[in-house]
């Protein structure tokens, strides 16, 4: 028969011997990167503004898991974008595990109280990076903030970026020009698209013909949109220099994607493609206007004879750029 003081000593020896073990079997951390990109309801950045929040990672059975809660927070540069390193659990495969939000995030811009707004998870599937958009005063659900995850990174870049000239340089497109002598210079590549079926995209080109320089400057707009209709977009109206100025858009190509169940719901979908032409003149002119700060678009207001109207941005920095290009002697 065991004495107590046996038992006691066989018990606190394995617990000695075990402890160890227990602690090197406790999960590994790891870090992610969240990135955020705050904007206001023009699509323009929220600079100077902190983003912070708090979220948990388990790992184990649901009695008996291991938890990281992890609190982070960012600050948005110019470009409005803000980078938060996030901790969290590894898995097994060194993959980091999910840390799902415990609380609702706040959002506190230069001079203003902290605004509560959404839940936020990171890495979901075990992939370390997100991205985000988050769009002032366009949300109903989580406060004035809209959130859109953001496929990767280069999606995001194009929203991110869309104020720096060397975004575009650095996606410049250049070939022979159909149809004709001289070059081709087009922005389309700066412009992510997450479906090839459903963009909607406003991209520059130009075609530098003779020695001397002389270039045709093409503004291209590509419209998709789910409707009962076409609707045949046939105006676009925009500042040019001088004032106000108004041209007729060009049909390239049209689109009917529209089986029975979608027209009976009026649900089809159209895609338009139209562009139209402004003198050289124009493009330096606003190209010019990049210098100004902060950083702005030049904005189109296209209509069609139906009353249907859209904006459309396109950013100095997209002008200046390729003006850049057509004056490039590696262009040349």
């Given at each position: 028969m065991?004495?107590?003081?046996?038992?006691?000593?066989?018990c606190?020896?394995?617990?000695l011997?075990?402890?160890?073990?227990a602690?090197?079997?406790?999960?590994?951390?790891?870090?992610?990167t969240?990135?955020?990109?705050?904007?206001?309801?023009?699509?323009?950045?929220?600079?100077?503004a902190?983003l912070?929040?708090?979220c948990e990672?388990r790992?184990?059975?649901?009695?008996?898991?291991?938890?990281l809660?992890?609190?982070?927070?960012?600050?948005?540069?110019?470009?409005?974008?803000?980078?938060?390193?996030?901790?969290?659990l590894?898995?097994p495969?060194?993959?980091?595990?999910?840390?799902?939000?415990?609380?609702?995030?706040?959002?506190?811009?230069?001079?203003a109280?902290?605004a509560?707004?959404?839940?936020?998870?990171?890495?979901?599937?075990?992939?370390g990076?997100?991205?985000?958009?988050?769009?002032?005063?366009?949300a109903?659900?989580?406060?004035?903030?809209?959130?859109?995850?953001?496929?990767n990174?280069?999606?995001?870049?194009?929203?991110a970026?869309?104020y720096?000239v060397g975004?575009?340089?650095?996606?410049?497109?250049?070939?022979p020009a159909?149809?004709?002598?001289?070059?081709?210079?087009?922005t389309?590549?700066?412009?992510?698209?997450?479906?090839?079926?459903?963009q909607?995209?406003?991209?520059?080109?130009?075609?530098?013909?003779?020695?001397?320089?002389?270039?045709?400057?093409?503004?291209t707009?590509v419209?998709?949109?789910?409707?009962?209709?076409?609707h045949?977009?046939?105006t676009?109206?925009?500042?040019?220099?001088?004032?106000a100025?108004t041209?007729?858009?060009t049909?390239q190509?049209?689109?009917?994607?529209?089986?029975?169940?979608?027209?009976?719901?009026?649900?089809?979908?159209?895609r338009?493609?139209?562009e139209?032409?402004?003198?050289?003149?124009?493009?330096?002119?606003?190209?010019?206007?990049y210098?100004?700060?902060?950083?702005?678009?030049w904005?189109?207001?296209?209509?069609?004879?139906q009353?249907?109207?859209?904006s459309?941005?396109?950013?100095?920095?997209?002008?200046a750029?390729?003006?850049?290009?057509?004056?490039?002697?590696?262009q040349?």
């Amino acid at each position: 028969m065991t004495s107590p003081s046996t038992a006691w000593l066989a018990c606190a020896l394995a617990a000695l011997l075990l402890a160890p073990a227990a602690q090197a079997a406790r999960p590994a951390t790891t870090e992610g990167t969240a990135h955020f990109l705050i904007v206001d309801a023009q699509d323009a950045p929220i600079a100077g503004a902190t983003l912070a929040g708090a979220c948990e990672a388990r790992l184990g059975p649901f009695w008996n898991a291991e938890k990281l809660l992890t609190r982070w927070s960012c600050t948005s540069d110019a470009d409005g974008v803000c980078n938060a390193r996030i901790a969290t659990l590894a898995q097994p495969d060194g993959k980091p595990v999910e840390c799902r939000g415990t609380e609702r995030s706040t959002l506190t811009e230069k001079g203003a109280s902290a605004a509560r707004i959404s839940y936020h998870a990171f890495f979901p599937k075990g992939v370390g990076t997100s991205h985000t958009l988050l769009k002032k005063g366009t949300a109903w659900k989580d406060g004035e903030y809209l959130f859109k995850a953001m496929p990767n990174q280069d999606a995001f870049e194009s929203v991110a970026h869309r104020y720096r000239v060397g975004h575009y340089a650095q996606r410049m497109r250049t070939g022979p020009a159909p149809g004709g002598p001289g070059t081709l210079l087009s922005t389309q590549a700066a412009h992510h698209q997450e479906s090839a079926d459903f963009q909607n995209l406003t991209y520059l080109s130009a075609v530098r013909g003779d020695p001397a320089g002389t270039a045709v400057v093409r503004v291209t707009l590509v419209l998709t949109y789910v409707d009962y209709t076409f609707h045949r977009y046939a105006t676009a109206r925009f500042d040019g220099g001088a004032g106000a100025q108004t041209v007729t858009l060009t049909p390239q190509a049209d689109k009917t994607t529209c089986n029975l169940r979608d027209l009976m719901e009026r649900k089809c979908t159209y895609r338009e493609e139209l562009e139209f032409t402004i003198d050289a003149a124009l493009a330096r002119q606003l190209a010019a206007r990049y210098a100004a700060q902060p950083h702005g678009n030049w904005v189109l207001r296209i209509a069609s004879a139906q009353g249907h109207e859209r904006s459309l941005p396109v950013a100095y920095a997209e002008w200046a750029a390729l003006v850049a290009a057509l004056d490039s002697p590696a262009q040349r």
